[in-house]
């Protein structure tokens, strides 16, 4: 394990209020967070209709990630899988899943599907391009020691 999660601990999460580290769940009881997840200040996740957020995942502060959208009446399961990227100011809509290792830039708006290791970027988001096989490697050692 990389010294980065050396002393990762388990946020204490409240329904509505900010955590240790200043992001905010509502519904806690529908998110499933995953181990050595980093969390940016002032992200709010909405965990209504389900967030599942698997290990080693970043998300940028001030992101958004909705499970249901009172807008537009979208509801659905928003999964981030392991050892995604997201950076700060993005928005995650209903029913999408971001894939592993993937990176979606900052102030994206993801209102689709990502797949496994891609970058994606953008309002609204779009694929840019596969990450080589050097690229994940790469992450992939910064997470495993």
């Known amino acids: 394990m990389s010294k ?5 601990r388990p946020p204490e999460i409240e329904h509505g209020k900010l955590t ?10 529908g998110l499933k ?8 200040a002032f992200t709010y996740i909405n965990a209504k209709c ?20 009172t807008i537009d009446g979208k509801r659905g399961l928003v999964t ?17 899943t971001i894939g592993e290792n993937s990176i979606v830039g900052a102030f994206s708006f993801v209102n ?12 609204p988001v779009r694929i840019v391009r596969k990450l080589t096989k050097e690229e994940i490697k790469k992450l992939l050692e910064e997470i495993e020691g």
């Open 50 to 69: 389900g967030v599942v957020i698997e290990d080693y995942v970043q998300i940028g502060s001030h992101s958004s990630i909705y499970s249901e959208s």
């Open 4 to 8: 980065r999660f050396k002393n990762w």
């Open 80 to 96: 981030i899988k392991r050892n995604a990227r997201i950076g700060s100011h993005s928005v995650i809509m209903p029913g999408t």
């Open 20 to 29: 240790k580290w200043n992001w905010m769940v509502q519904y806690p009881e």
């Open 112 to 123: 689709k599907d990502i797949p496994d290791n891609t970058i994606a970027f953008g309002i």
């Open 33 to 40: 967070l995953g181990k050595f997840t980093d969390i940016g």
